[in-house]
């Protein structure tokens, strides 16, 4: 997670804990706060805001809807970074998948596992 990632995500939260009491109505999947949550988790906050912003405009009547994850620019390491289990067991795992579009550019794909860790 980037550093202020929270400042960004905070109110996003606090709109989603509030629509949940509403009817669903975004056209897209992931929703717009979902996707935006995830762009301010993943890029710049400048280009995580452009995004955002071009996302909720683009969700109404004018356009189709769909599948649309978040786009974000990656280098992946030259070197293996060796990952560290995580110390607790039978929690929800969030795993993010970047699935390549081009050299510098990825999907952003999430998935839950509630399956205990094994250390």
């Known amino acids: 997670m980037r550093s202020g990632t929270k400042f960004w995500t905070i109110p996003i939260k606090g709109y989603q804990y509030i629509s949940k009491m ?3 109505n975004c056209r897209y999947y992931p929703t717009c706060s979902e996707y935006a949550k995830w762009q301010f988790e993943f890029n710049a906050p400048h280009r995580a805001l452009m ?3 071009l996302r909720i405009l683009r969700c109404n009547q004018l356009f189709a809807g ?3 994850y978040p786009l974000i620019g990656f280098t992946p390491p030259k070197i293996p970074v060796p ?3 995580a110390p607790y067991t ?3 795992n969030i795993h993010y998948w970047l699935v390549p579009k081009n050299k510098q550019h990825y999907y952003v794909v999430k998935q839950f596992s509630s ?3 094994t250390v």
């Open 22 to 24: 509403l009817p669903a």
């Open 51 to 53: 995004a955002s912003t």
């Open 66 to 68: 769909g599948i649309d």
């Open 83 to 85: 990952l560290k289990p």
């Open 90 to 92: 039978y929690k929800i």
């Open 115 to 117: 399956r205990p860790n």
